[in-house]
Each structure stands twice: as structure tokens, then as C-alpha cells.
């Protein structure tokens, strides 16, 4: 059982509230929800929408025909109508989304009781149960009678706010950033924790991404666990101070938020087109680490082991996301174990952006610059070493089929849910870590009659990478790639996989 619902309307009309409403309600009936968000770069007016998949299996996609479709504006029928299965229902007309609330838990065969306790945890029970219990009692139309399960340990939250619990459980102390989106809700979760009081840590909005990245190497220098966060275009003048983090040997997070360009691109829309700028920006030659995560846990995991590394080898570590990632919300099934990360105590008594000796202390010695560079490319050495230790990447599907799907980031719920619904025999290859690239995968890939690659981007740099690191030439036709700036639709892909694997 898969049920996928749309709710839509102006910037301002609530479809937000209205999506997380029915989320939770859901959850406490025990139901498996994953929803994820498209809207304009408008503060109010033009067309939200949210679109949320629930079943009673676990499922972090959407598909791109729908059952319900919840209009809060009569443009939201008129652009979503099509997607509408033959079974569908509409919602609409002049009432407000409290009220449309209550319709959706009758549609959907959910007791009025669960309606209330989802007011009730939300903390929106007195305001808002006599406009729920309206929509509720005026709603005929049933869609499906849904049962309780018995599924109560369940958590449901987005990648920001992953990331944010889990660098505070990593010991950051101070967060910095200027606002891009979609890197911005993660500065909006840490700044809420710190009004909470949930740390001690403090959330800095400076003039410009230079002041950004050049106040957080600045903490870091004094011995405190620092962050920053944008999107492409801000990371693109982080990228001098990033070459003065591998020189100097400045331990430093950085949470990289791609979305659609190039230039200002599609401010508020999805897309990894930003794997060549993590892996390849900055001057000279230096070491970094980029993870991708692409759920929750992983999210968790992989932020925590940023912090780690990047005090360890004193480099910068790009934590690799995207809107889709960090806005989409998603059941995670587990409490992550997440380590607190110690500064070193054995730090240099200079900092220096030149060539230096171990003082600190500039040279143009020809002996201490080869030496310098031996040590930055033992470095990278030890760093690969380490990373091998760690998850570098995950194996999914038929581990014996010579049929491959490779990919990365955020593209992973759709990829999994169109495999595990289509009976698609391949065996699909999620890299973790992409710098150091793992090793391992090139067995992965031997004996391999068919690789194909999934990307939210237009000109497929993980193929590139693949050719460069193991030798593989990934065809173009073996590459489905989506850069309208929306996320995979899981039947969809399911589709266009089954056209490649015959």
C-alpha cells in the first residue's frame, strides 16, 4: 500500500502546516511518511507545494502520479490535475487548512481521536481542533481506512535538522554563515537550538561568505570547533580561504548546499551540480575530505565523522547536500551514536598562508618547500588510510548481478524504492565518501556487463570521476540524469532503469 497526497497553494496559505499535520498524524497511526517541498523564490504568492508518500513499508520518495490533491488555490488543481490517479479525489473550495486537515483524516480513514492527539503534540490543539473536527465531520468521501500499526518508535525529521543535532553532539561551538538558500535552514535549526538554550554553541551571521569562512578559520585557530554553510555561489568565494585551510592546516566543517545555476540558478530548486566545485576548488595542492550523505542516519554519521577527521588532519571537510536532502523529511528508524569530537592540544604556535617551517615562520628554502610538500602528500596518504576504516560506501539489491547503479547524495530514496517495487536485477553502489574516492569500488565494478549512473545534474561528473578513478567509461546512454531542478519521481526512474536493464 502507497498513497501519495499534494498540497498546494500561495506562499502564505499554510500548505507547510497542512503537510505536517497529516505527517504526524500518520506517524502516530504508525505509518512510514516522506514528503518533500517545492516552492518559488517568493515570500508571498506564486505556487507552493508539498508532496507527501506514506505506506505501511518504508519509503523515502515520491512518485509522480497522486491519489489526493489538496488545493488551497484554484492554480494548484489546474497545474496538478493531470498527475491525478483515476481514483483520486480533490479537495478544494474557500475553506482554510485546518479545516482541510480534518477532511484529509477522514479521507484517509484516520479516527478523530488521532486528529486530536496530532494537535495535541503539535501544540496547535486549542487554536485549531474546532476548524480540524469541521472539515472532519463535513467530509463524506473515504480514499482508504487506514488502521493503526503498530509502529510507535518511529522519528520524522529533515536533513538540516540531522545535521544540525548532530555537529552539536560533535561539540561545534560556533556556526557561521550569510544566508543561501538552500543551505540557509540549517543557520535557521542551529539558531532555534541556541535561542532554546539546547547548547552552548552560537550562531554568527556575518556581511559576506569571505567574512564567513575567514571568522570560522579565525575560531578554529583559537581552539574552537567551528562550521560554515552556503550554497554554491557562496562557497565559490570561500574557495581562497579554503587554499588557506589546507596551507595552514586549519581544522574546519563545511556544509556545501547545492541548488540548480549556474550563477543564481534556481534559488529554491534541487541538483548536484556542485561535485566538481567540492572536489577541485581552491589554488595549490592540498588535502580535503567530501562525504555525501543521502538519508538521515547516514547524515548523522557522516556529519559527526567530518568533524572528526577534519580535526585529526587538520584540513577542511565538505559535507556534500542539497535541498532535497536537507529540506525533504524523512522517517529515520534508529538514535544515531554520535561521538564528541576534542580539539588537539598540539597546536602550532604560528599560523602562517606561506610556505612555513615547523615555527610557523615563512621560507623559500628549496629543502623545507620539497619537504613541506612530501609531508602535504603523506598527508593525503594517511587520510585515505583513515577514511578506509569508515563506510565509504554501501551496496544495495542483487550483490551478484553483473547490471551496476552508481550514485550519490540525495538521489538514494528514489533509486532504492525504484528498485525494490520494479524487481530490477542490478546491484546499486552508493558512494559515501568521494574524496578520498574509495578504492574498493573498482572490485565492485570488475566483470561488469552494464554501469549506469543516476545524477541530479546535466553533464554527469560521478561518470567522470568513475573514468578517471577506475577506468569505466560510462556510455551517455547509460546516464539518467534530471536537472530541471526537481527530485526523481521513484516510479518513473524505475522506468527509465528498466529501458537500460533488459
Keep these: 500500500m502507497k498513497i501519495t497526497i499534494i498540497f498546494g497553494g500561495k506562499a502564505g496559505q499554510g500548505p507547510n502546516l497542512l503537510s505536517e499535520i497529516v505527517s504526524q498524524g500518520l506517524l502516530i497511526a504508525g505509518y512510514y511518511v516522506f514528503y518533500s517541498r517545492e516552492y518559488q523564490s517568493l515570500i508571498r504568492g506564486g505556487h507552493n507545494y508539498n508532496i507527501l508518500t506514506f505506506s505501511d513499508k518504508p519509503v523515502s520518495s515520491n512518485e509522480s502520479k497522486i491519489d489526493l490533491l489538496i488545493c488551497l488555490d484554484d492554480n494548484t488543481k489546474k497545474i496538478h490535475k493531470s498527475q491525478l490517479k483515476k481514483q483520486g479525489l480533490v479537495i ?44 472532519y465531520n463535513f467530509e463524506k468521501r473515504k480514499l482508504i481506512d487506514l488502521k493503526p500499526l503498530k509502529n510507535n518508535s518511529l522519528d ?37 537550538m541556541q535561542l532554546d538554550k539546547k547548547s552552548e554553541h552560537k550562531v554568527i551571521e556575518l556581511e559576506s561568505e569571505i567574512a564567513v569562512i575567514n571568522a570560522a578559520l579565525g575560531s578554529s585557530m583559537v ?47 534541487t541538483g548536484q551540480g556542485d561535485l566538481n566545485l567540492a572536489l577541485y576548488s581552491g589554488h595549490g595542492e592540498f588535502s580535503r575530505i567530501v562525504v555525501a550523505p543521502g538519508d538521515i542516519e547516514e547524515t548523522f554519521e557522516k556529519t559527526n565523522e567530518c568533524f572528526a577527521l577534519s580535526e585529526k588532519f587538520g584540513i577542511p571537510c565538505i559535507l556534500l547536500g542539497d535541498k532535497h536532502l536537507g529540506e525533504s523529511k524523512f522517517i529515520t528508524l534508529k538514535n544515531p551514536s554520535i561521538k564528541k569530537v576534542f580539539k588537539k592540544k598540539n597546536w602550532p604556535a604560528k599560523f602562517n598562508s606561506y610556505e612555513h617551517n615547523s615555527e610557523g615562520i615563512a621560507i623559500e628554502d628549496i629543502e623545507t618547500i620539497n619537504k613541506n610538500f612530501e609531508a602535504r602528500i603523506k598527508k593525503h596518504k594517511d587520510i585515505a588510510l583513515e577514511v578506509s576504516k569508515l563506510e565509504t560506501y554501501r551496496v544495495y539489491g542483487n550483490k551478484d548481478s553483473k547490471n551496476i547503479i552508481l550514485f550519490w547524495g540525495s538521489t538514494k530514496g528514489a533509486i532504492i524504492d525504484a528498485f525494490s517495487e520494479s524487481g530490477i536485477d542490478a546491484k546499486l553502489i552508493q558512494l559515501l ?64 532503469i528498466k529501458r537500460r536493464i533488459k
Excluded: C, H, W
Design 433 to 496: 565518501y568521494i574524496e578520498p574516492f574509495p578504492e574498493k569500488i573498482k572490485e565492485e565494478l570488475k566483470g561488469a556487463k552494464k554501469i549506469i549512473v543516476i545524477e541530479n545534474n546535466a553533464t554527469s561528473p560521478l561518470s567522470n570521476l568513475l573514468s578517471e578513478k577506475t577506468q569505466n567509461i560510462i556510455e551517455d546512454k547509460n546516464k539518467i540524469l534530471k536537472y530541471d531542478g526537481r527530485p526523481f519521481f521513484s516510479d518513473l526512474l524505475a522506468q527509465e
Design 92 to 135: 478544494e473550495g474557500e475553506k482554510g487548512n485546518l479545516f482541510y486537515a480534518g477532511s484529509v483524516f477522514k479521507i484517509l480513514g484516520l479516527k478523530l481521536e488521532i486528529l486530536e492527539q496530532t494537535l495535541k503534540k503539535m501544540n496547535k490543539y486549542d487554536d485549531f481542533i474546532d476548524e480540524a473536527k469541521a472539515g
Design 223 to 269: 581552539g574552537k570547533i567551528a562550521m560554515v554553510g552556503t550554497s554554491g555561489g557562496g562557497f565559490d568565494l570561500m574557495t581562497e580561504a579554503l587554499s588557506l585551510s589546507g596551507m595552514a592546516e586549519i581544522p574546519l566543517v563545511i556544509y556545501l548546499s547545492s541548488r540548480p545555476g549556474p550563477s543564481t540558478g534556481l534559488a529554491t530548486y
Design 156 to 192: 520524522f525529521m529533515n536533513g538540516s535538522q540531522a545535521i544540525a543535532e548532530a555537529s552539536l553532539s560533535s561539540g561545534l561551538e560556533l556556526y557561521y554563515a550569510y544566508p543561501m538558500t538552500p543551505a540557509t535552514p540549517l543557520m535557521m535549526e542551529l539558531g532555534q
